[in-house]
């Protein structure tokens, strides 16, 4: 079964000027993505690390860090959004994604403000604004969609974290203007549960590198029964750290209908290599719930690890934007 065939669609996780000006447009043209996203610790990256940027940098001395970053960053959406446009008016696809400054995440005002700014900046229809899963997040997503602004609801690690977003997604679908196409995903992060489980589920003698994938697995089965078409689950955080899993283990194994998976170019190029899989989920509510109950009894408190990585994720991103402001000013 083809990608296409089940609803499935791979995006990059990867955003930086020569790659969006060059290499970018053969992986749409040889249709094995379909979408992009970027985060501030992706920008962060491109920025400090890029010789593309040093020139346009150099005309921007008289503006403040912040300033020069977005100058930077609303040139690179716009040109991923422009080369991913003709798959946008096919469908359901073509967006790419932008992050608010991460040091919003609890300001509900500051994070609409701004996410209504850049969406006007770029002035392309295929832009989803990223908006942490975070108590003002919520009311955020609600209101921008409201607005006709598609969202990207990230850092999502938890049940009720979903459930919430689904929540906010909906109550602002249901406002939305009536003048154009509204879409939504909630971005699931992954791989994150394994790199901090698996040393303490294998001492117990437990098969490592499952925890991520039913957590998910149990997150697109609330997604799925919230039944909203123009809302799907991502899933994010799919790279692999290390030699012990084959490079597209996170795609793979999170193979579903309805859903996206975002991934790092290295990882998407192992998995366009092989021959396609069929799909993993959904997986049976038995299976998700004894294998939560089976690492409880080894005294694992999920609501512990999800909090845990709810904080390390969002200060993350903003140790990235923070550092990448300050290499710039």
Known sequence: MEDSELGFSLWLDFVERDFLKNDFEALLKQNIIKGATSNPAIFASAITSSSAYKEQLATLRDKSPKEKYEVLAIEDITLAARKLRHIYEEGRDGYISIEVDPFLSDDLAGTVAEAQRLFTAINEPNVMIKVPATEAGYGAMTELLSRGISVNATLVFSPDQAQKCLDAIRHGLQQAEQNGRVDAVI??????FDRLLDPLLEAHGITP???GIL???KIYALIEQGQLPSVRTLFASTG?????????YYIRELLAAHSVNTAPLATIEAYAKEPKPIPKLPVSADEIDGYFELIASKGIDMDEVYGRLI???LEAFENSFGEMLKSIQ
């Open 215 to 217: 957590n998910a697995a």
């Open 311 to 313: 904080r390390e994720g």
């Open 187 to 192: 971005s699931v992060f992954v791989s994150r």
């Open 240 to 248: 692999v750290k290390g030699d012990g899993l084959s490079a597209d």
């Open 209 to 211: 590198s499952r925890t």
